[in-house]
């Protein structure tokens, strides 16, 4: 079964074609980070727009890059939600459109299953049951995963997500959007004794998390600073930012597996893309002996392969979430666990 994916719930049209016997067959990619750079985040509107123009001709590119004919489509995953409403409905309308024209069935995808699964796509795939770490843009959870679908939610942000920390941290810095990558690379050069910054709800006794402490705390570094930051300042808070922020994470990991029993720890979402937080948990993985599984580094951040494959997951597991209606919504919020279980069949 050749399942077409549609992502575009946010600053990333995503289109990919996923074959259940043959893996992924191609996936193509257009960021709009170059245009919301100069507003410093994403104009919901110029992220729509910007969707409607790219989407076709990067539908041509999957097909062309996989010599596949649309013909041989056999089902079609799109991001129902969550995520940015005009975003979300450029996506939808994309893949229903195309489903009629086509007369193949629709299946509309939560994003955040997407990047759940995404590490299964990946050389060394982990098998379920596995704790998974979830930290893109939006959302920052752990959570408990026995199957397509069966996620147990075992703590999350009380505030701003992971990424989200990332971004406005890195843009007090005057480091551009979004800043994750951008914070990252600066810390490399930082001195790790200069600054200390606080570790939020590290000895907390649940699994959630709060940055936006974090933020504010890097703020007041840089409003505390009488002179001009020298590149060499802004690295240094750049690493307190980053040592502080992959501890919490790290840690929370940790109690997580303690907690579930488990030995198997997946890292999914944007923030997932970090080297600090992968040489930290690689080092934890080591001295406590479990195995940690990313996602490639090209699918950590949104993407239309994710989708394809969460779509062909749950069609393989449930024939009958194929719809042959073309009538769509999109859901700009939906919590994960509200999703049901991929049947088996
Ligand atoms: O998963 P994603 O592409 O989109 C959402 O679903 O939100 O995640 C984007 C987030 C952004 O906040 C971005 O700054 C962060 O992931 N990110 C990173 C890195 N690459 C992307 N944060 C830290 N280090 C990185 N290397
Ligand atoms: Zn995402």
Redesign the pocket.
Known sequence: MIVLGVES??D?TGLALYDTERGLLSHALHSQVAMHEAYGGVVPELASRDHVRRAIPLLEQVLADSHTDLSAIDAIAYTQGP?LAGALLVGASVANGLALALDKPVLGVH??EG?LLSPLLSATPPEFPFVALL?????TQLMCVDGVGAYTLLGETLDD????A??KS?KLLGLGY????A??RLAEYGDPEAYQLPRPMLHAKTLDFSFSGLKTAVLTLVKNHHTHLCEQDKANIARAFVDAIVEVLVAKCLSALKQTGMKRLVIA?????????RQSLNAAAAKKRFDVFYPELAL???NGAMIAFAGAMRLQRDPAAARYEYAFNVRPRWPLHELQPAQTS
Do not use: K, M, R, Y
């Open positions: 719930s946010c990333e995520g994003h955040l990047h930290v893109s843009g939006g959302h997500a992971a990424g989200e990332f971004d890195a979004p800043g994750g990558p914070i990252s979402g944007g923030v997932g893309a970090n080297v600090q937080l950590c951040t949104d």
